[in-house]
């Protein structure tokens, strides 16, 4: 089977009624990133990021996955399919995609403030255990913390979603603005002979230049199109 990777941003649960970042209206317009993204901001003001999450998590028990999760999830029948996702949702999971490696973190953990990826500390949270609170410790004794990727800390995952990146047969980019890096180099990693497809309402800049097959459409029907291009491509 060929391998399929798809790289997936907030647009990707747009559809699922959860806010992007950077388009209008978007997360960042309301919460400021330094505050609530960053490990200073968390430093300076534990509680306002800690119920920042926690609003996050609630939502996600009203949410589910959109069309687009489902027809991802429903490659895994024709390709060997590895999500690498930017999201901290778990909708792709939801939906039913069995390889997704997250780049930023899961909303549905926490962990140690003291060591955050010490696989020790990091546990899951059931969804009625949405609200964490100051003074849940974890097992150091540490504050609870998000299981989040903030600005200006270490993402763990790239170098794996990088040997993906590098072993693809089909590279895909959906609802991604590819603002953030590690993640929006990853494109540099897809070997030049292979084809690279973009899913987006809007304009992204594809900075290194590299042909793109760009599919103008949300995430539900671009994925609807796509499958149709890929089933129906000669072997
Ligand atoms: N379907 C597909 N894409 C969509 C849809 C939709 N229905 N609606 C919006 N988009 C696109 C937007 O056009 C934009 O290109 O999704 C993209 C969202 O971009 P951002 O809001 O920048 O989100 P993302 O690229 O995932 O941000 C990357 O930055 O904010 C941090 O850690 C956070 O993981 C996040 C990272």
Redesign the pocket.
């Known amino acids: 089977m060929k391998k399929l990777v798809i790289l997936t ?4 649960s ?2 699922s009624g959860i806010s ?4 209008s209206g ?3 317009e309301q919460y400021p ?1 330094e505050q609530v ?1 960053t490990p200073e901001g968390y430093a300076a003001n534990p509680k306002l990021v800690i119920d920042f999450y926690n609003a996050r998590r609630k939502e996600l028990q009203h949410v589910k996955p959109n069309r ?1 999760h489902e027809l991802i999830a429903g490659l895994e029948k024709h390709f060997d399919v590895t999500v690498i996702t ?3 949702d778990n909708l792709h999971e939801r939906a039913g995609s069995h390889h997704v490696i997250h780049l ?1 973190g899961e909303l549905d953990k926490v962990t140690s403030s003291r060591e955050p990826n010490n696989p020790k500390y990091i546990k899951t949270l059931k969804p009625e255990e949405w609200e964490v609170k100051m003074g849940d410790l974890a097992g150091d004794g540490s504050q609870l913390r998000p299981f989040i ?1 903030w600005f200006g800390e270490a993402v763990p995952m790239i170098e794996t979603a990088i040997e993906y990146a590098e072993r693809a047969d089909i590279f895909v980019i ?7 890096y590690p ?1 929006a180099g990853l494109l540099y990693y897809v070997p030049s002979d292979v084809p690279v497809y973009l ?4 304009e ?1 800049a594809i900075a290194s230049g590299r042909k793109v097959h760009v599919i103008r459409k ?2 539900s029907e ?1 994925m609807e199109e796509l499958k149709n291009m890929l089933l129906n491509e000669p072997d």
């Open positions: 941003g907030a647009g990707m747009a559809e992007t970042f950077r388009d978007g997360l960042w990133v993204a687009g930017q999201n901290v930023h990727v959906i609802g991604t603005s590819l603002n953030v993640a899913i987006d309402p809007k992204v949300g995430a671009g």
